[in-house]
């Protein structure tokens, strides 16, 4: 059972004329594009081109420099988005249930401990702390943050870097969940994860 | 589980990991053993001038605590999920700040009683001296917040940390110092009060500001 | 006026006359307000010849304090608007204040020598002096120790805001303790009341430490902006 019900409204995402820069330089200037309910955006560009800038933008964790970014269509815009950068976010000497339960509590959501177990195999490490997992079962459990709170719009900084074919499998699972449910999944990735996008972005100067 | 609640935890149990107070104590006894190699073991001149070099020590052993505040969670992309909670950044900092005063703080408040002992305190002064070291390091901690939000991308930051962080503690360590030296004490508590709510009204405030130009 | 020099080209073509007329203001000033501190205005009475460092140790006091207000604005237009060349001003202007600080403190501490038979006086003023001091170089460092230039503007901005709050508050907290600990002080840094043959020299001197400010401060901030171009340049060469 997916622990995340059908988003209500249709969320929706819209970006307009967006300038980003970084450190003085400036990456992509005037990008524009739009993502309804049920969409997978699949961000590409070559290294350093801006891609986890964009997401971050989206985030709302980086201030363009001009354009507009608009979500419409969520119960509450304050858990719109999750963002799953390149860093997992996790600390080495915490055990993995104290992660899902804290990202339960600052996030908003349930820790689904059976859930996250099942469904990203880490049931064997629920309680140890993270500086024994794995790349690929660190990765996983970063990803874990999607099932603990329900949030319309998903923000993937190369998901599936560390994941072996299992791991890319259960991705692939959860993005299309998500989009039958109607949210939204914007990732940036080298390769093709799976499932054929919506829409292709690239980004460029 | 409030984003409070969630935060305040996960950060006693990370400091706890950590050694918890361990280090800031062995700090503070160290740092307070050092003042009688100083000044001589001179019992008259340790009682006059003694006590209030408690407050040098508390403030050196919290000085230490605040490098690592916010670098981990800048690095390992923690700061960015904080940014994601409903809760208001200014509340998940309070939440840390609250962590680590009751884990860091108010021990070194306690152990304020055996080292003002040791400076040759008299007896009947020590549980005010307790009390205003746990107020003084609610207003170090606050202060600390500040500091360690705005040195967070700094690689070994910690002198320009000090240098940040100790014209802030100076009010409280000039009002700690008169409770324990006796001199002035009701006025001195009250405005050590206000030092500690000022800390920890507006020092999540700044920190919270500095952190979102950090994680950008 | 701030709106019209907002623009960087405008102000570099303003600030390319104006601060070398200001040095030259400053530098007059200077000229004459030493010599008349020195040698012609009344000794005082309770300390006699050696209370003349009070025209150097007074502005130098007034203006120190002066510059951080300064910084303070820009900071607030840093933050709130984002303009660059008040991240510029404010930076520019920080060495500035932090000498003029310098100089309270030494020439506090020369007067004192002679006056109180201490090199250091712990008195309310110079205790306060000495914390403006250090939260000038905690600003200046926190400058140099972050590489992205709008970044460590942003943060030094915060900096610099808490310690505008923090100062009164220090102010405060030293008076309290000097109360506290000197209860009887015949001599205060402050000296006697101020007659009005002092007010020459005094603003004479207060009049050269602005003018003073004013071209230093023009001058960093030409630097940088100079400093900017050439980095841009290089980005610039760099990117393509």
Sequence with gaps: MSARGPFQDKPSLRVEALALSRGGRVLFEDLSFAAASGAYVEVQGSNGSGKTSLLRALAGLLRPRSGVIAIEGVDEPAVALHYIGHANALKREAKVREHLHYWAGLLGGAPSEDFVSKMLDLGRVLKLPVRVLSQGQARRLALARLIVAPRPIWLLDEPAAALDASGKAVLNELIASHRASGGIVVAAVHEPLGAPPSQTLRVSR | ?216 | MFAFLANPARFMAFSAWAAPVLLAGALILFAAGIPWALFYSPPDYQMGDTARIMYIHVPAAWWSMGVFAFMVGASFVSLVWRHVLADVAARAAAPVGAVFAAICLVTGSLWGAPTWGTWWEWDGRMTSMLVLFVTYLGYIALWSAIEDEERAARLAAILCLVGAINLPIVKFSVDWWSTLHQPASIMRSGGSAIHAEMLGPLLTMAGAYLLLFGALTLMNMRSAIFRRRVENAELRKAQS
């Design chain 2, 1 to 216: 589980m409030s984003p409070f609640a969630a935060t305040f935890r996960r950060e006693l149990a990370l400091l706890w990991a950590g050694g918890g107070a361990l280090a800031p104590l062995g700090y503070f006894f160290g740092a307070t053993m050092l003042v009688p190699l100083a000044m001589g073991p001179d019992r008259a001149l340790l009682e006059v001038a003694g006590p209030p070099l408690v407050w040098i020590a508390a403030a050196l052993a919290m000085l230490a605590m605040l490098e690592r505040l916010f670098q981990a969670d800048l690095e390992d992309g923690s700061l960015d999920q904080m940014l994601l909670s409903p809760a208001p950044l200014e509340l998940i900092v309070f939440a840390k700040g609250a962590a680590l005063w009751v884990a860091i703080g108010l021990p070194l408040a306690i152990a304020g009683a055996p080292v003002a002992i040791a400076l040759q305190a008299p007896l009947e002064r020590v549980p005010l001296i307790v009390a205003s070291l746990a107020l003084g390091t609610a207003a170090f901690v606050g202060a600390g917040l500040i500091g360690a939000a705005l040195t967070a991308s700094v690689k070994r930051a910690g002198v320009l940390l000090a240098l940040i962080v100790l014209p802030l503690f100076a009010p409280p360590v000039i009002f700690g110092a008169s409770v324990a030296s006796g001199e002035d004490v009701g006025a001195a508590l009250t405005i050590l009060t206000a030092c500690a709510l000022a800390g920890a009204a507006l020092g999540p405030i700044a920190a919270a500001a500095a952190l979102r130009l950090q994680a950008e």
